[in-house]
């Protein structure tokens, strides 16, 4: 951990020993290939298919390391966050396997299904309103009633340096790649891939894929500081959150460029990897794709690792089809 | 190759030598696992992805060791087959590998996602009536006119032998398997799984997965000869061709049990599959998952092989999704 203007942010030594605290509690996620999707891009795509990650999601990478780094008398009280995303599963999941409690702030009006797998890892839902100051003031009293550790869904540098152990395992996986490319909501995944491929791979260019719809880090990328948007609407329900300091540190010093894509290029390239990858993805997970379609002269040639982050996605409402 | 009562059937010498052949244009494809099924079906299931496979299919593991058996001058004149389904794909993807013509006879209503993909690779397509006796007319023409090597779907040993290299990786990859369960059509992969795990590891059981609704293999089976329907009707549209007497023989002598599943249960097993493999896969690659559900006694505390066998789904019309 080195500290940066007061920010506490992870080393890639923290990679490493989050690597072998999470090994038992992870898996080795497979890469994929399409011969036509390679032919369809002009690229030869390396997909890592953090869909097949427990949870279904890479973020119990990050989830693991925090809780499995926690010392004995801190895990006794448990954990806390606030997310109706994957970032709860992961952590209701991770917590559960060090048999310690999780309690998640969840909106009453999230979606069951994600309560109810919150529920089926051990977790704990208390609901708030969907407002900010419900979600914060439920929380804070949580906090206040368990004394649980707070793991923030992505601006912690134990969840950075979990979320980095992905691209180490991708760069182990194929060699010789030119770039990485994964979404970017908050950031986590990202600063993994900035923080890993900058101390082992620094020729490897990092690009990060974001809907239109909720450009937010492209236009801090462009302005040189974090903008964060009040109620971004996009299929890509992940990746609607803003950047935060730890996770900007790394966007701003390491990423090579930020690409946008519409709903409709989304919707598109979320089924092309259906149908062509055949693999069930969020539509989170289709940026990367849709914006290596829309910017062919980019990857053209190049070795791309391509992030799957997600496999948690509502299978009776298809966005091609109309229900 | 050994010779029973005029049959030439392959022997696990032909596995090998297909092995051999087929690695530089097949996959090796990744077994998956997951918790969740494990827990749901309190068996430890291991997920065999041929829908990952070159052309989406095991299929193309027969084709290519026909294809790649021919010498130079047979190989000239090319391969022909009738298919409407994934042996088109394979064949048309294995000639195209080797460089020689591959004529389909398809009937002229097959899915024109079908003709474009065996086009795609390379394949010629001539259209029949959708009836037995124009196919028959329309493929001896073809034969006739091209000289082309008739390559059968299932029924023929070059097929069998390639389809056996998949539960040949499968038992390398996964160790102490109790039983491997495969859907069964005509019953090319069930031979090859019979031929391969009856010489390496005879103590792994066999079984066989149909619907209901395509229950002549099962009827088969009880009778003790083979039994032939007219015209099944299931979604496992890969599913309704009835078995011959090469298939036959390894069904008879070494199959421990055929199970058979409603369209329903398909249905669900399916869309489970989606939501807990995060894999995509057709309706006929549902029918194990199905029976395991339904005959939990069978596969309790066992390590249960399962054949995925291919991903060629049409994605606008998913079964539980009504449009």
Redesign the interface.
């Known amino acids: 951990m080195k500290d940066l203007d007061g920010l506490d942010l992870p080393t890639f030594e923290d990679v490493i020993a989050a690597h072998a605290r999470i090994a038992p509690h992870i898996r080795r996620t497979?890469v994929?290939v399409s011969?036509a999707l390679n032919a369809l891009t002009g690229a030869e795509l390396f997909f890592k298919c953090e869909?097949?990650q427990?949870a279904?999601a890479f973020k119990v990478r990050g989830a693991c390391n925090a809780v499995f780094g926690l010392d004995d008398e801190q895990a006794k009280l448990g954990v806390a966050t606030h997310s109706s995303g994957n970032h709860a599963l992961s952590l209701s999941y991770a917590a559960g396997r060090r048999g310690i409690p999780c309690t998640v702030v969840m909106p009453r009006t999230a979606p069951q299904a994600k309560k109810d797998a919150v529920i089926g890892y051990g977790g704990r839902i208390v609901e708030c309103e969907p407002s900010t100051s419900s979600r914060e003031a439920t929380f804070a009293r949580v906090q206040e009633e368990t004394g649980a550790e707070f793991v923030h869904p992505y601006n912690d540098p134990r969840v950075i340096a979990g979320q980095g152990t992905c691209s180490r395992e991708l760069a182990e996986q194929v060699e010789g790649l030119d770039a990485v490319i994964a979404p970017i909501g908050g950031g986590g995944m990202i600063s993994g891939c900035c923080l890993t491929l900058s101390t082992i791979a620094p020729h490897i260019k990092i690009y990060a894929a974001e809907p239109e719809q909720a450009d937010d880090a492209y236009r801090s990328f462009k302005a040189g500081h974090i903008i964060a948007d009040d109620a971004p609407d996009t299929i890509a329900d992940g990746l609607k959150v803003p950047l935060k300091d730890r996770t900007w540190h790394f966007v701003s010093n390491h990423v090579t460029d930020i690409l946008t894509c519409s709903e409709q290029e989304i919707i598109d390239a979320m089924?092309l990897t259906?149908?062509r990858l055949?693999?069930?993805?969020e539509p989170s997970c289709a940026p990367p794709l849709a914006a290596i379609l829309k910017n062919p002269e980019v990857f053209r040639g190049k070795r791309v690792g391509v992030i799957i982050t997600g496999?948690n996605v509502d299978?009776?409402r298809?966005p091609?089809?109309?229900?």
């Open positions: 497979p994929l011969e869909n097949f427990e279904g089924k259906f149908k055949r693999v069930v993805m496999g299978l009776d298809l091609w089809i109309k229900g």
